[in-house]
Every structure is written in C-alpha cells, then in structure tokens.
C-alpha cells in the first residue's frame, strides 16, 4: 500500500510561483513513476507532468517552459516547481504514483488570481 501526501497548494497572483510536493510512503518510491494532474471545477482530470523512476520527464504542452517536476528518492518526495503562473492553471493538483497498480493523493488546491 502506498499513500501519497501533497502540499504547497495556495494562493498566489498570476506570474508568481509555487512549489507543490508529494510525501509518499512505502518501499516501492524509487521504482514508480510519478506525477501530477489535475483537475479545475466542470473539467475532467488532466496530466500535467510525469517523471519515470529513471528520471525521464514529460509534459502537457500548456505547462512547457513553465512547470518543472523533479524528484528525490532518498527523501521518497516528488516535486512540481510551478512558475509564471496563469488564472487557467487554477485546479486541484493530485500526485500519482504507478507501480503495479495506481495510487493517488488527496489534493491540494492551487488558485491564481488575474
């Protein structure tokens, strides 16, 4: 079983940054893949960024240049550096971990304000 803790969700003006991170428990960190959705009011849940256990990244094309996730295997975390910030980027964030199965967090709301 593996849970997975977001936080640094908050409110910030459009422009600014944020830096969202993911506490997973378990054994099994080092050999998931990571990554981030999230999901604004009325819209289905999309991916924003994933980074395998080996460290490659992907990205939505609207994040590109913009967002940044990174990881850390000793500390069992994921990060998602959140820059230049924009109103549609307002969304509950959710972290993922896939290994044999799928887990997710609880999200952390993310609010840009115009």
């Known amino acids: 079983q593996v849970q997975l803790v977001e936080s640094g969700g908050g409110l910030v003006q459009a422009g600014g940054s944020l830096r969202l991170s993911c506490a997973a428990s378990g054994s099994i960190f080092s050999l998931a893949a990571m990554g981030w959705y999230r999901q604004a009011p009325g819209k289905q849940r999309e991916l924003v960024a994933t980074?395998?256990?080996?460290?490659?990244?992907n990205y939505a094309d609207s994040v590109k240049g913009r967002f940044t996730i990174s990881r850390d295997n000793a500390k069992n975390t994921v990060y998602l550096q959140m820059n230049s910030l924009k109103p549609e980027d307002t969304a509950v964030y959710y972290c993922?971990?896939?290994?044999?199965?799928?887990?997710w967090g609880q999200g952390t709301q993310v609010t840009v304000s115009s």
């Open positions: 993922n971990a896939g290994y044999r199965s799928s887990y």
């Open positions: 980074i395998a256990n080996g460290g490659r990244t």
